[in-house]
């Protein structure tokens, strides 16, 4: 069962305005939460994360918000430009590192449109 | 910036062969991580590693093998690949942040048998 999901496979979104990617998990006990960038045919990069005792994190034009309550988190992209267009990884973790890592979800592929 | 490498980039194999896709790191962490990932899937984590001399399986079940003989070096052998094996292999390497465990990856290698 997955623990982490990602219900858009695919999201287009204009260049300028606000992209909006979503994450669900279902248990309660993971302790952070992490967004990864991926290109094709290049491994993912770290973005940006959160702890589960904070409800916003900001860098940059990026932001993650977590609504621990509806155990729901989301990135937004503001302004969204070309080369924000990838497949984003929501993963969870919990604190100190689980044995096997991070758990991820399947990913949004966000298509940014000029 | 991460300095994780993995070789080949991509590889196309005829079924029955053995292939062994390398990964280093010069970053000195001792985990390490392979995961399989397949387009719109999430990333499943097939092998780990704590340090040298410790290989762990992960939750997909996978015919390949893993050592770790030195720290930076976490090669994955395949004995024998079949076309069910296509997929692209990334490995990763970790260093805790705090409280949480933020995972390097490399350029990833993909996989086609034939």
């Known amino acids: 069962d997955q623990q982490v999901k990602q219900n858009s496979p695919s999201l287009s979104v204009q260049e300028g305005r606000i992209s909006i990617l979503n994450c669900d998990y279902t248990?309660?006990?993971?302790?952070?939460f992490l967004w990864y960038k991926k290109y094709p045919a290049e491994g993912p990069t770290f973005l940006i994360s959160?702890?589960?005792?904070?409800d916003k994190n900001e860098d940059g034009r990026f932001t993650v918000f977590l609504n621990k309550s509806a155990k729901h988190l989301s990135l937004h992209i503001v302004p969204s430009q070309p080369g924000d267009s990838a497949v984003y990884f929501c993963a969870a973790s919990f604190s100190g590192g689980g044995a096997d890592g991070l758990t991820f979800g399947k990913g949004t592929h966000l298509i940014i449109q000029p | 910036e991460a300095d994780i490498y993995q070789t080949p980039r991509y590889l196309v194999i005829g079924t029955g062969k053995k292939i062994t896709l390398e990964c280093s790191q010069t970053m000195g962490h001792d985990k390490m991580y392979w995961y399989q990932q397949d387009p719109g899937m999430e990333l499943h984590l097939i092998h780990y590693?704590?340090?040298?001399?410790?290989?762990e399986k992960g939750d997909l079940s996978s015919e390949s093998t893993v050592s770790r003989i030195r720290t930076e070096h976490f090669p994955l052998t395949l004995e024998s690949a079949r076309p069910s094996h296509t997929s692209q292999y990334l490995c990763?390497?970790?260093?805790?942040?705090?409280?949480?465990?933020?995972?390097?990856f490399g350029s990833g290698t993909q996989l086609s048998v034939l």
């Open positions: 248990n309660s006990m993971f302790d952070y």
């Open positions: 590693s704590y340090g040298v001399n410790s290989t």
């Open positions: 959160i702890s589960s005792i904070k």
């Open positions: 990763a390497s970790s260093e805790m942040k705090g409280a949480y465990e933020k995972l390097f």
